[in-house]
Structures are given as C-alpha cells and as structure tokens.
C-alpha cells in the first residue's frame, strides 16, 4: 500500500474511522475514499456490492460498527449482533467478489473471555465465556474475526483483523446512555459540576481494570501495518498500561474539579 493506493475507510465520521482518515491524510494519501451512512447503508447488499464494484479500493479499513457501552448493549441486544454482522459481512463478502486483496477488519477487546489469563494474548481466543453484558457486540465482532481469517486461509488474501483496546479520544461519543466508561464519567464528573450536585454515582466496586488506548495511536498502528508483510490475521493493539476504575473516576473528579 503505497501515497498512490486507493483506500476505503468506512466510518470516516467516526471516532476510529475520522483518526485513520486523518492520519491517512497527513502522510499524503490522496486517493482516499469513504462515504456517509445515507449516502451507503453498509446494512444494505446491494448497496455495497455496487459501490465496491465501481470504486475497486486497493484496500478497505473497515471503521464502521454499532457501538456503545454496558446499558446500550443490554438495551438492543438484536441491534449490536445484526447490524454488525451485516456491515461486515456484506464489506468482506463485497471485498471478495471483487479481488480487494487488502482488508483491515477493527474488533474490539471484548471477543476475549470474561476471566481471560492476562496480558490477553490473541490465542485465547474462544477458550471460555464471554462477559455477558456486550456478549451480542463480542459474537458480531468475533464472526468477523474468523470470517477474516478464512479468507485469509483459502485465498490467501492480505486480510487482518486488529483488536484494539478500550478506546478515547476525539469524536467520542459521551451520551450517558450509549458512551463507554471514560467519556461516560467525564460527562457525568462535568454535569454535576455544572448543576452543583452533591454527589455522582458509579456503577459498580471500582475495582476493574482497563488498559485505554488514544484512538490517534490506533490510527498510527494501523498505519504501520500498511508497510509490513503481515503473517498472522489477528493481532492486539494496546498500551500495556492499566487503571482501576476507581482510580480513573479519581482523576477525573479532580481534572473537573468536582
């Protein structure tokens, strides 16, 4: 892949897919295509089947899903497991049928199991349960996983998917109803200093641990991967760096000064 390569990157105007489109951008790559959800409905075959066949990208960075935190998986379980598995399925299937030779696929730490050993390493892959919370968003996104590597194993196609770590940064969403945790407690930390509240709740003990990786540095990685030669069809990105939620919630009450 290379300044001249024509590039897809669904979800541009996403927190992932905005990062990987600008950073794209500012190394010089000029044939970069992507489109808005009315102007492509990836839930739609037809639809992406025709727009593949027409643009014929050297490779496509799949961006886009349906996501959210704890309450919006709980709350449209049928959502995050369809919706998911239609963008994806129908890009790949997509990508296939017209020889796109290069796909990157975007997962998430949550097709890990629930009381995986750690640091989590990409073999541990469906060797127990998952946390039942997002278990529709970790299936959807695991059935991408394998369908990639399949294709990966019988045509042998430069299809990769990369896991990254619970992600922040700009364009996160912070609607208490679907954010995930960070931007989930700075919104709550920020209201309540707004509305002079005597308290905030949080859910749960605190004591969980979450490694937070800046969506610029996913943008940077997957960057990278476009200049390798990549043997495996999985790999992790991460920080190596883990906080308790407790201790997250701490420095956010005192950044807000709430």
């Known amino acids: 892949i290379n300044k001249n390569s024509k590039i897809y990157i669904s979800g541009h105007s996403g927190m992932v897919g905005s990062a990987v489109l600008d950073e794209f951008k500012s190394n010089g790559y000029k044939h970069l295509i992507y489109k808005s959800s009315k102007e ?3 839930r739609n075959q037809n639809q992406v089947n025709d727009f593949i066949l027409k643009e014929k990208p050297h490779l496509i960075i799949n961006a886009a899903a349906v996501v959210g935190g704890i309450l919006a998986n709980n709350k449209n379980p049928y959502r ?3 919706d998911n598995m239609l963008i994806q399925n129908n890009l790949i299937n997509a990508a296939l049928k ?3 030779e290069n796909f990157f696929f ?3 730490s949550c097709v ?3 009381f995986s050993k750690q640091p989590i390493k990409e073999e541990y892959l469906l060797t127990d349960s998952l946390e039942q919370t997002n278990q529709w968003y970790a299936i959807a996104k695991i059935s991408g ?3 990639i590597e399949s294709v990966r194993k019988e045509f042998g196609f430069n299809y990769v998917s990369f896991m990254p770590t619970n992600l922040y940064g700009p ?3 912070f609607d208490p109803e679907t954010s995930h945790v960070l931007p989930g407690l700075i919104s709550k930390f920020h209201k309540a200093k707004l509305n002079n509240s005597k308290f905030v709740e949080l859910w749960g003990d605190g004591t969980p641990l979450r490694e937070f990786l ?3 540095d996913l943008s940077k990685a997957l960057f990278f991967a476009t200049s390798k030669k990549l043997n495996d069809s999985i790999y992790n990105v991460g920080s190596e760096d883990e906080v308790s939620i407790k201790d997250l919630a701490d420095l956010i009450s005192k950044k807000t000064d709430f």
């Open 171 to 173: 364009n996160d969403n």
């Open 106 to 108: 975007l997962g998430s």
């Open 145 to 147: 996983v394998k369908l």
């Open 98 to 100: 017209n020889n796109v």
């Open 80 to 82: 995050f497991l369809m």
């Open 112 to 114: 890990y199991p629930k």
């Open 40 to 42: 492509l409905d990836l």
């Open 214 to 216: 800046h969506v610029n």
